[in-house]
């Protein structure tokens, strides 16, 4: 039986460590959480905030998806879409989901990412 996401791994071009780091803690404000020895010598980089994990691996044929994303669920939407903008991630409002706030955005090699917040 399923009883939870452990994590999501997302894509990502060879060399691109260093800039997902500064996205993924920088701008959204996760933490990095280093990578078992044997999977690190692979390359890419994990994230955690909370219970959320956010797995990036290396692909040589890297192409981010059009559509595939990770919706994450934030609170204070505005606050937190305003910090991103801040930092010059780019933030595009979506209000096609019944009963919530939302909004995407991507990451710097284009892996595209859903963050939502429940309304009432």
Request: include cysteine.
């Amino acid at each position: 039986m399923l009883t939870a996401v452990d994590h999501v791994q997302l894509a990502a071009p060879p060399g691109s460590e260093d800039r997902l780091r500064t996205y993924y803690v920088d701008v959204l404000g996760m933490t990095e959480i280093p990578k078992p020895p044997v999977l690190a010598a692979r390359g890419g980089c994990w994230f955690r905030a909370g219970a959320v994990q956010l797995h990036l691996g290396i692909e040589t044929d890297f192409r981010p998806a059009k559509k595939a994303h990770p919706g994450l669920r934030v609170t204070a939407i505005e606050a937190y879409a305003a910090r991103l903008e801040a930092l010059d991630a780019p933030v595009t409002w979506d209000d096609n989901l019944p009963g919530h706030r939302r909004f995407y955005s991507e990451d710097p090699v284009g892996n595209r990412l859903e963050l939502l917040e429940p309304l009432g």
